[in-house]
């Protein structure tokens, strides 16, 4: 298992390789700062089943999780065994750094790739995650993310017959990629 | 030597408590961190709709777990410098 992310610059943003919901809800946050009026609380209320939302990082560089949409990346495809492996691989830099730059305030436009074999078949899930601190209407910030898949590729991996054969390996409990519903309350953290 | 007068049980007992319940103390937290946004989203989430009050019982215990959470989230945040609102 393994994840690659990529801070993209700011012009990404607004780049048609971004995708529509993405960048349209950097213009609305833009308005605004990130501040929630009435017009930015009725447009991320739509957005409920898209959403993944974190309170602040506090003890750690990885926020915990507040809410998870139905529709999100997280909820439909990643699955709940996906934060397990992310947190074994001791490698938060990986996707902390988007945290910690939305946490000054600056939208946030990452590339992720996400590498992990099920079954002993290699998966790789590319995506986009907008990263933005929002701020309550009394000022108090939260984080929400909204990701946007590009890529879910599925191959035999190059050691998967041994692997099943001697070590008869766990498989997690990833929906997509066991091909289950997913749960809608939120589990995960991390990066969704 | 004056006696220290101590109340009595009783009426430390019936005395009201400042959030009678669950609804009363989520309401006076998302006021005073004006969280409204996350409580509609946890609220459409369980319900599709953002009418407490017609929230069933199974409905309402799924709001307060998770409405509960982002409370929790925000309350630690205050105490941290993310919580001075600017």
Redo the contacts between chains.
Sequence with gaps: MDVHTELLNDSALEDEGTSSIQRHLFQQWERTGGL?NENL?QY??RL?DD?V????P?HSDI??I??V??KSLAGKVMGSGWRTELKNLGNDDAVAAAYRRA?QGEPTLEQVKFTTTRHGKLFVLEYKRLVLM?????????LATFSAQERLGCEPHPLASLQNRVVGLRPSNSHVLLGSDAE???RHSLSA | MNEIEFHSVDEIISEPDKYRNDHDYLNAMCEHFGCHLSRDIIAVTVSSHTNLEIFTANEWDQFVALFGRVIAQFLAAEETIYGRPH
């Design positions: 929630i609380h991320l209320l409920t959403l939302l974190f309170g602040m506090i926020p915990a507040t809410h949409g139905r946490c929002i701020r309550t209407p009394k000022g108090f910030p939260f809608p309350i939120a």
